[in-house]
């Protein structure tokens, strides 16, 4: 056991120099590949992501699930990093009838900030019914959103309704 301990180590240290060594002397396109992975995602994600400072939450009522996403400026590290993950995987939001709103300026004073009272970056979950199902003060992934709205008893009735010819 001893020994493959250090031939492990050896295997992990040269295949992360080499995947170093790629990305240096991979040809500069001028763009991050960061930006590129949000670039290559479907460009729809502006019916999905919205303004939430002028918004009637019962206009959504019933036909829509609600993550509201909160800080106090754009600039927020963990706004701009909620954003990146949800730009990532959009299509599982839209399966789930999701519809994301922002809101990044606490000076305006919305319905949505009177309603949730966020202190800062605030992730919250509204199911169809409008209950505030979740509310989170640090950036969560699409994977575990998801995973979130599965176990909503309506979201169980969703998916038990579309296996049913």
């Given at each position: 056991m001893k020994h493959r301990l250090p031939l492990v180590?050896?295997?992990?240290l040269a295949a992360s120099g080499s995947l170093a060594q790629t990305i240096e002397t991979a040809p500069d396109t001028g763009a991050n590949p960061a930006?590129?992975?949000?670039?290559a995602a479907p460009e729809n994600t502006s019916e999905l992501i919205q303004s939430g400072?002028?918004?009637?939450?019962?206009?959504?009522?019933?036909r829509n699930r609600?993550?509201?996403?909160?800080?106090?400026?754009?600039?927020?590290?963990?706004?701009?990093?909620?954003?990146?993950l949800i730009e990532a995987f959009p299509d599982a939001l839209r399966t789930r009838d999701v519809v994301v709103l922002t809101d990044t300026d606490p000076a305006a004073k919305s319905a949505m900030r009177k309603k949730l009272r966020p202190r800062g970056f605030m992730?919250?979950?509204?199911?169809?019914?409008?209950?505030?199902?979740l509310r989170k003060p640090?950036?969560?992934?699409?994977?575990?959103?998801?995973?979130?709205?599965?176990k909503n008893p309506l979201?169980?009735?969703?998916?038990?309704d579309r296996r049913q010819p």
């Open positions: 180590l050896t295997a992990f930006s590129e992975s949000i670039a400072l002028n918004v009637d939450v019962d206009e959504y009522l019933w609600l993550v509201v996403v909160f800080a106090d400026t754009e600039r927020d590290p963990r706004f701009v990093q909620q954003m990146d992730l919250a979950l509204m199911g169809k019914d409008g209950v505030v199902y640090a950036p969560w992934s699409v994977r575990e959103i998801s995973a979130s709205i599965d979201r169980q009735q969703e998916i038990r």
